[in-house]
């Protein structure tokens, strides 16, 4: 068959573990990773198939069929074929090395190795070769390719701790359970394998590979239809005047020719003469267009990959253009959608302040007492002392040391409460250190940083939390675990000390705990409330500290009635909550913690620019609402200055519809009428640059949505309610999302805005929403490939976005449009020439330039100079690019090069084509040359009107560009040579001696080119083609100068007086304080560690995590034999498992 059948939807999945016979029989997919486009096999027809989707190309093709027939071809059939031939090739041989890159990098995921159950012993396997159903052994830190089932773990109670920094960059552990079947099976960590390959979940939301395209070449496609439309309108119009001059000129013609042949048919010689001047005129869109615009986008590439300045040292990672054919459209971006987590972050929580008894502790100050920032001079504190102390942390105030010295039980309190309030698990390395697993990297900055200054965790039981008080070990009787949950925002413990107390001790956000303080801290939450708000000004995650002392009877009530709650069958989870909020009242303020949630260096910079360019910046994110508000937050996205920001957090379609439509009454205004869904979006309007700035700067909401909400705003009747209202907010921050959803989010301004998107992330979550925008990039940091692997472009650092798009995409899309312009109105002087002149050759067809000078104009005369202004012209250098962030908006709104710059253009070329034909003309009619022979041959005429061209277009070219450098001059003025040289040679004796048919043209170069009116001619036929530009110009920059024009006369003032140069200065928000709990938690820990599930038993050695095992392979593999008949066979002949 030619075609399979598509896939049926898998509602289950039948496997017998370690049998590979049985599962063959489904034929599931292999484990093999595929992110190319081609194979040996695939490459031609589907590469072929891309490139003729090109209107020019299959317009090439057409034309090369034209040439095949003699009757209507006055040009010889390789003027075509060599020049299409040559950019299919080149534009295949890109892609092809293009994709050959893909395959490299599925080659390196492909061939990682595994070791996998196989005949009974471990084997080492490719994971590329692994199949549904095969048994495989994990060891620590180990590279994981396909969604495996849990059977196993060498953790107590089958538990196993995971980092999926590769899915979607976070760093911190999710805790998975085995199968009670098989949990006992063995120490090591063993697994199924349950989906390979493209079934996979990674697999399944990546989405698939797309055949991207500028907006550009859409728009030559356009003008391509355009202009084949028009050389059918100059056809018809020399088609009819053929047959009229047949009809009334053509029969005495003949007989002065004595032609022997009967009356010609007048019509029909008009029909044949239609497709010879299609043919004649055809070169106004040269195949070598495209020649040279695949070499200037391949150039542009390697100026990508050749700057230093996005090179990152510390993983010594350069930018990397994973395609040659985008460069253009990162000058005209709209939207970037970015991911939060590895992308704006780097998911690195450090302790950086707090707040203890009204006092802030962790600013530094000077001699005179006054708060200065840190610098490398400031000594920070020494907690060499400490032999527990984590050795990166630093802390630059040392009044906390000194206070805890003194004994302050305020501030031994606060410690005390870091070390015991949290889900942390604790163990030992194998050279003997405290090593931390965290489920949340807030909670392990807290514990870390209570650690440094003598508040060691040591270890728990599901009863105990040990901890090292200032040297002293000291072991809590944990007696009851209020866990998390996003709608509490607070967590707490309560523990019985040494001394018999009861305690409760509590951390959370500071807007609910404070609600639950007892009156007498009345004073110090006003003192503690100014800190949090000096705390999240700066940038930092906040969290208050409480704790209250418990009577003992008091507390065995309340126990009891939790007891009784957790064994209710009805409003179970309702009782309990109640039972929480009871307890966790009248507590005692402590202060508040301050925790910098650390952005990639220059984010801040980097989002403040893009805003300054007019691009709006989305965060798609899978963290909770409060972690992608904190970060909109610190990277100056959201901003107090805001009017409002609307957060869409609705549970149903009507309560998601009902919130958009009371935001958009709020934003919009009452009187504005809406349509439920049905809006009919109005065409951006071109507003000035200075406009658009500033109406970008003074954007005043923000709109923050859900997952869940989201799920129901992508409906049909809801969707444009939501892009109306998210298009018209500086800032949108999408959290809770799934892969597929922001792919969905993409395409939907992608689809209803018309406009450029780039999505830029790190995971393989980000797959989907990078393969789905116009670009994608992907951040080649400590994440893992699969971002990397799927994008357009890669670097190492969201802050290189800043230099590709203002710099490398500006410059490119400036360049392309400039070439194009050039390039159309060159061509457009060089074919309407023909047009003219069949008025005057009886509509004959009969070509005004000799045959060489036809085939050679676009492939020599003018190939290179417009290569060099394309590839290396610049209207401002990349610092001003960099600094006035405003140059990037000619580009988003199509400025340089649309509909009108071509007909300009097409005008342009036009004018010329006018002046080249009918100056010579007038100036040779009834004219005789300095020897009195006559000038007005054919010959003369056509040797003028060349030269005449190559000088205008040479001009032109001069006059368009604007970065001058050798390369520029060489391929100018050396084209120009080059010209001479040709025409010289092919007018040559010698020439015509060895190809008489082919060089008819003896001696007329050196014959015309020597009479001073001949160059008179050229020179006036220079002076009226280029005259009407300079002046327009001039007028132009003169009266209405650009932002650009204005920075180029300042480079100029710059290169002669070599001022300092001042860089724009850095804004800094002011923030009110806002809710900072944001911690990654996933409800359930405090039920888990209180089980203790996730707890070894204490007669066991310790252990390193998965790095030590109970047992060695040998008796895994024993373990796993004794099993086979008790859960192993249960995947028996007649009996099979369904995941």
């Known amino acids: 068959m030619f075609c399979s059948e598509k896939k049926l939807l898998e509602v289950e999945r039948k496997v017998k573990a370690n049998d590979r016979e049985y599962n063959e029989k489904f034929q599931y997919a292999d484990n093999r990773i595929h992110t190319s486009k081609y194979n040996i096999l695939t490459f031609l027809p589907i590469n072929l198939f891309e490139q003729f989707q090109r209107v020019a190309n299959a317009y090439f093709l057409f034309l090369l069929i034209l040439q095949l027939i003699p009757e209507i071809s006055s040009l010889t059939w390789f003027t075509t074929i060599v020049p299409l031939v040559l950019v299919i090739t080149m534009t295949a041989v890109k892609d092809a090395t293009d994709d050959c890159f893909r395959h490299k990098s599925d080659n390196q995921v492909n061939n990682r190795q595994s070791e996998v159950l196989i005949d009974g012993k471990l084997q080492n396997e490719k994971w590329m070769n692994v199949k549904v159903g095969d048994i495989i052994k994990l060891e620590n830190n180990q590279f994981v390719a396909a969604d495996l089932l849990l059977l196993s773990s060498s953790e107590p109670h089958g538990l196993c701790y995971i980092e999926t920094a590769e899915l979607d960059g976070e760093t911190n552990l999710k805790v998975r359970h085995a199968l009670a079947v098989t949990s006992e099976l063995g120490a090591d960590i063993s697994r199924l394998a349950k989906f390979d390959g493209p079934d996979t979940k990674l697999m399944q939301n990546s989405g698939k590979t797309k055949f991207k395209r500028t907006s550009i070449d859409r728009l030559m496609n356009t003008l391509v239809l355009w202009i084949f439309g028009f050389l059918v309108c100059l056809g018809i119009i020399l088609a009819i005047g053929n047959s009229i001059w047949e009809k009334q000129v053509g029969d005495q013609f003949r007989s002065f020719l004595f032609w022997k042949e009967g009356e010609k048919n007048s019509v029909f010689s008009g029909f044949l003469t239609f497709w010879s001047y299609i043919i004649i005129l055809n070169t106004v869109v040269p195949i070598s267009l495209y020649v040279s615009v695949e070499v200037i986008r391949l150039g542009h590439s390697y100026f990508i990959n050749w700057d230093r300045k996005m090179y990152y040292s510390g993983k010594a990672t350069p930018a990397e253009a994973r395609t040659t054919t985008l460069n253009e459209e990162l000058g005209q971006i709209e ?143 944990l007696l009851a675990f209020l866990d998390f949950n996003n709608i509490r925002k607070r967590m707490s413990v309560i523990v019985r000390n040494p001394k018999g107390q009861i305690k409760l001790y509590s951390k959370g956000a500071d807007t609910i705990l404070f609600e639950k303080l007892h009156p007498s801290n009345e004073d110090l939450l006003t003192l503690t409330s100014d800190h949090l708000s000096e705390f999240a000004g700066e940038g930092l995650r906040t969290l208050a500290i409480a704790y209250r002392d418990l009577d003992d009877k008091y507390f065995k009530e309340w126990h009891k009635m939790l007891e009784d709650a957790n064994t209710a069958t009805d409003e179970r989870d309702e009782r309990i909550a109640g039972l929480y909020e009871e307890i966790e009242r009248d507590l005692m303020l402590l202060g508040a913690t301050a925790v910098e949630d650390k952005l990639q260096e220059g984010v801040i910079e980097t989002v403040t620019s893009l805003s300054l360019a007019n691009i709006k910046i989305w965060v798609l994110t899978g963290d909770k609402q409060e972690t992608a508000i904190n970060i909109g937050y610190a990277c100056n996205m959201l901003t107090d200055d805001m009017n409002d920001v609307f957060i869409i957090a609705g549970n149903t379609a009507a309560e998601v519809r009902e919130e958009l439509r009371k935001a958009k009454e709020n934003l919009f205004g009452q009187n504005r009428s809406f349509s439920n869904g049905h809006v009919v979006f109005e065409k951006k309007q071109q507003l000035e640059l200075a406009s658009v700035v500033e109406e970008t700067i003074t954007g005043d909401y923000a709109l923050v949505i859900n997952g869940h909400s989201l799920a129901h705003a992508l409906e049909s009747d809801v969707k444009n309610d939501l892009l109306e209202l998210a298009c018209m907010c500086k800032t949108v921050v999408c959290c809770r999302v799934t892969p597929l959803q922001k792919a969905q989010v993409v395409e939907l301004v992608k689809k209803y805005r018309n406009a450029v998107t780039l999505a830029i992330g790190d995971g393989a979550n980000d797959v989907s929403m990078i393969k789905s925008a116009h670009i994608g990039v992907g951040i080649s940091g400590q994440e893992g490939l699969q971002a990397v692997l799927a994008s357009d472009y890669s670097f190492a650092q969201f802050r290189y976005l800043q230099r590709l798009l203002l710099v490398h995409g500006r410059w490119s899309y400036f360049r392309m449009c400039k070439f194009l312009c050039y390039f159309f109105y060159k061509n457009f002087a060089f074919t309407l020439v023909h047009f003219w002149f069949g008025f005057f050759c009886g509509f004959s067809a009969q070509t005004v330039y000799d045959q060489w000078f036809i085939t050679l104009f676009n492939i020599v005369y003018t190939s290179l100079p417009v290569l060099a202004m394309g590839i290396f012209d610049q209207d401002v250098n990349d610092q001003n690019s960099m600094d006035y962030p405003q140059l990037y908006q000619p580009g988003q709104l199509n400025l340089l090069f649309n509909k009108r710059k071509f007909l300009i253009c097409m005008a342009h070329g036009i004018y010329t084509s006018l002046a080249l034909f009918f100056i010579p003309y007038g100036a040779f009619y009834n004219a005789a040359g300095e020897d009195g022979q006559h000038l007005a041959d054919y010959q003369s005429f056509a040797v003028t009107m060349a030269t005449s061209l190559v000088i205008v277009v040479s001009v032109q070219i001069a006059l368009d560009t604007s970065y001058w450098t050798v390369v520029n001059h060489v391929f100018i003025w050396g084209s120009i040579a080059t010209y001479f040289s040709i025409l010289f040679t092919m007018h040559s004796n010698g020439i015509f001696a060895i190809f008489p048919n082919q060089f008819p043209f003896v001696g007329n170069a050196r014959h015309s080119l020597t009479q001073k009116c001949i160059w008179l001619v050229i020179l006036l036929t220079t002076v009226a083609s280029v005259m009407p530009v300079v002046a327009f110009r001039f007028l132009k920059v003169d009266l209405f100068p650009t932002l650009s024009d204005q920075l180029r006369q300042r480079q100029k003032a710059q290169k002669k007086a070599r001022p300092l140069h001042s860089r724009r200065p850095q804004t800094r ?18 039920e888990l560690i209180t089980s203790g599930k996730n707890m070894r038993a204490k007669n066991l050695p310790p252990t390193s995590g998965l790095e030590k095992t109970l047992y060695n392979s040998t008796s895994w593999l024993e373990n796993l034999c004794k099993k086979t008949t008790d859960t192993v066979s249960s995947f028996s002949q007649d009996k099979t498992v369904k995941l």
Do not use: W
């Open 335 to 477: 939207y970037v959608f970015s991911d939060k987590t590895g992308t704006l972050t780097q998911n690195i929580m450090t302790f950086k302040k707090c707040s203890i008894n009204g006092r802030i502790y962790g600013e530094v100050q000077d001699d005179l007492g006054q708060k200065t920032d840190i610098t490398k001079k400031k000594e920070p504190v020494d907690f060499s002392v400490n032999s527990q102390a984590e050795r990166t942390f630093q802390f630059f105030d040392h009044n906390l040391m000194e206070a805890i010295k003194l004994g302050d039980p305020k501030v031994h309190e606060f410690l005390r409460l870091l070390a015991l309030c949290h889900t942390v698990m604790s163990e030992e390395n194998s050279a003997g250190q405290l090593i931390y697993q965290v489920q949340s990297p807030d909670e392990g900055a807290l514990v870390t940083a209570a650690r440094n200054f003598g508040f060691t965790f040591k270890s728990r039981t599901p009863e105990t939390i040990t901890i090292e008080e200032l040297g002293t070990l000291v072991t809590y009787q």
């Open 1069 to 1086: 928000r002011s923030s009110s304080r806002r809710s900072g709990y944001a911690f990654a938690h996933q409800e359930g820990y405090g």
